[in-house]
């Protein structure tokens, strides 16, 4: 587990595996875009084949355009069971020969069907510090429980909810003055500097990349 300040840098990009990246996310896609720009600023030797998006009117398809990276929209509400949305979703991210997923904001629960397919190769972004406040509404779950320090948390995907490996986290003050608002948007920033990183680590750790 690493815990990080804003003032960690990425690895040098020639010390880097370069990995082929499949981004699923629910939302405003500002971790994509924080990604994307990592790659852009030459701090991850990395590549995102594809963005798979479940919301028809996720803002993270315009994100994806402006990078000009694929994205395909795979609606939950069209599969009744768990598992039909999974494999539609492995198929296509074989499709686009990814070798690691990453969800950025992926706002469902997955199941065996896409853990097998990619296994230890799939990341999430959580913003708390696991193990605490595990599950949705993660923010507002530490804000009520008045704790002085939260924060976000890269981890590995298993079937548990939000219970695997530890890649890294950053730890954010709670203020006396914050609300959920201002404390969210001081977790955003956290969350955008560390995924890139603990994906480059994720992979340069993995033997088998």
Request: overall charge neutral; hydrophobic content about 45%.
């Amino acid at each position: 587990m690493s815990l990080v300040s804003p003032v960690i840098s990425l690895p040098d990009e020639l010390s880097q595996k370069s990995v082929k990246l499949g981004i699923m996310a629910s939302g405003s896609g500002t971790n994509f875009e924080a990604v994307a720009q990592a790659i852009a600023d030459k701090q991850l030797n990395a590549e995102i084949k594809v963005l798979i998006y479940n919301n028809p009117q996720a803002k993270v398809k315009s994100r994806a355009e402006k990078w000009q990276v694929p994205s395909v929209l795979i609606n939950h509400r069209e599969y009744r069971q768990r598992e039909a949305l999974d494999q539609k979703i492995v198929n296509t991210l074989q499709e686009y020969d990814v070798q690691w997923v990453v969800m950025a904001g992926w706002m469902r629960i997955v199941t065996k069907v896409l853990l097998d397919n990619f296994p230890d190769r799939i990341i999430n972004i959580h913003p708390s510090l696991l193990p605490s406040f595990k599950g949705i509404n993660a923010i507002e779950q530490a804000f009520r429980a008045q704790v002085k320090i939260t924060g976000c948390t890269v981890h590995l995907v298993n079937l548990e909810v939000d219970s695997g490996q530890i890649i890294m986290q950053a730890a954010v003050p709670i203020l006396s003055d914050d609300t959920l608002e201002t404390l969210h948007a001081r977790i955003q920033v956290q969350e955008h500097l560390i995924l890139p990183q603990a994906i480059s680590l994720a992979v340069n750790n993995c033997p088998d990349n």
